[in-house]
């Protein structure tokens, strides 16, 4: 059996079969960086992280985009109450977001582009679309014609009449049609703004996605991965912006995640109910904020509240304290032994049930069911002080290490000794540094300061030099 992901598209299971073998093509929304993230927010993040380990684990080749979503309303308008640009609000939060990806043991993107460094890209975008009369210019702003596209609605699954009560929220008598959207504004007094062939304005939200996935991983990709509430009208644009300007299919799988509910209500920002990451990862160590989060399927709901977050906790210690005691075994295995025992077989049932789990659209909560399962068995065995153990311990061992490592709920240490992942690591740190260079030019040392402090925290010594500041890290 190979695997399975349920396409949101087509509402259906399907078979996963990449379009390219050597490589499979994941493109994420990121955060748009108002602001710290939220648990509901890292739900998604994680699940792309476990889509994109699972993938590696079955043997596929995996290059993940994600973006930053750095100029927008909200941003804009956060930068203007605290007084700062929103430039600076969204490369502080950029950081802040990265700062909260690691602590939860995410590993980093391939390419995490930002939306103000690919503003060319998303204006040939529009022009092709303007030159194929699928978009049309008002005042500066653009539009997109959502009636050239036949199949808009295809993904959230709306008829045109549901479209157009959703798009009478937000009306623009300017617009031919209700449901037209816009792909770029004209620039407001006081805007950050670029240059264009329509006059000085920013892209709208949806053209930026559309963009960057295309120029990061071409015209089709494999999996788009984003929250649930992203589905309408950001995916649906997405796909009808791409879809008309290449003639190509734009993803293949959809992927949605469910909603992180609190007191039963959405998390989010927007309805004032939110418990931010860094706040969780404060009170609970990574791993049992990991367990908790995929302790449901991802289309699944899942309510953060302290009893769940107990009872990952407990099941953190069981999962560690076996690890701990099986730890002295590693590597003890037996050549040419061929008899099976009881715990043998159960730690080969272990491999196949987590494979078939995370082989059914990712199921990490039947994934951990398997694990556990076996840790119970080990634990009785442990206890029997079987004097024949050590071969199949170690075996057990390799076992469980293994299949955690997949979900990062054992042993989060960022991974070595891996060429793409020590370089984008290397191009992070210097990337920092050039944000923390560009605050001192400003004079700004609290935010020099506090990049050097952090910095440390996490082993990487910044030494400040005539020639620029250089770094190392340190044990
Ligand atoms: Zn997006």
Redesign the pocket.
């Given at each position: 059996m190979g695997m399975k992901i349920y396409n949101s598209l087509s509402r259906q299971l399907e078979d996963f079969v990449p379009l390219n073998p050597e490589q499979v093509s994941i493109?994420s929304?990121?955060p748009t960086v108002y602001d710290y993230i939220h648990m509901g927010n890292a739900r998604t993040a994680l699940v792309t992280d476990i889509i994109r380990r699972y993938l590696e684990y079955r043997g596929h080749t995996v290059k993940l985009v994600q973006?930053l979503?750095d100029i927008d309303d909200k941003i804009i308008n956060r930068a203007a109450e605290l007084g700062i640009s929103a430039k600076q609000l969204a490369m502080q939060n950029g950081e802040a977001f990265f700062e909260d990806s690691q602590r939860l043991g995410i590993y980093p993107a391939d390419v995490h582009p930002k939306a103000t460094e690919h503003i060319p890209e998303m204006i040939s975008l529009i022009q092709t679309l303007i030159e194929k009369d699928v978009a049309y210019v008002i005042d500066g702003s653009v539009y997109y014609r959502v009636n050239r596209f036949a199949e808009y609605g295809k993904l959230s699954n709306r008829k045109p009449e549901d479209l157009l009560a959703g798009a009478r929220v937000e009306i623009d008598e300017r617009k031919e049609d209700p449901r037209d959207f816009d792909m770029w504004k004209a620039a407001k007094p006081g805007e950050p703004s670029w240059q264009s062939p329509w006059g000085k304005g920013r892209p709208g939200?949806?053209i930026?996605?559309s963009a960057m996935?295309m120029k990061h991983l071409g015209t089709t990709l494999d999996i788009h991965v984003?929250g649930e509430d992203?589905r309408f009208p950001?995916?649906e644009n997405?796909i009808a912006q791409s879809e008309m300007a290449t003639g190509c299919t734009f993803a293949r799988y959809w992927v949605h995640i469910a909603f992180l509910n609190i007191d039963g209500r959405r998390m989010g920002k927007s309805e004032q109910n939110f418990i931010l990451l860094r706040d969780a990862l404060d009170n609970y160590p990574t791993e049992v904020i990991r367990h908790f989060l995929i302790s449901a399927h991802y289309r699944h709901p899942l309510d953060y509240n302290r009893e769940s977050l107990m009872k990952s906790d407990g099941a953190f210690r069981r999962l560690s304290n076996c690890l701990d005691a099986l730890k002295k075994y590693d590597g003890q295995f037996e050549e040419g032994d061929t008899t099976i025992s009881p715990l043998q077989q159960a730690v080969q049932e272990m491999k196949s049930q987590f494979i078939a789990a995370m082989d059914t659209d990712f199921n990490t909560a039947q994934a951990l069911g398997a694990i556990f399962t076996l840790v119970s068995k080990v634990n009785r065995y442990l206890s029997a002080d079987d004097e024949n153990a050590p071969p199949v311990l170690a075996q057990a061992y390799h076992a469980l290490t293994e299949t955690c490592q997949v979900l990062g709920v054992y042993d989060t240490q960022a991974r070595d000794g891996d060429g793409d992942n020590v370089e984008h690591r290397d191009h992070l740190i210097n990337l920092l540094l050039e944000i923390r260079q560009d605050a001192r030019s400003r004079k700004d040392w609290d935010t020099s300061d506090k990049i050097r402090d952090r910095l440390k925290q996490l082993n990487i010594e910044i030494q400040d030099t005539r020639e620029g500041a250089t770094w190392k890290i340190v044990s």
């Open positions: 493109y929304c990121g973006n979503t939200w949806h930026e996605c996935a984003g992203l950001h995916h997405e």
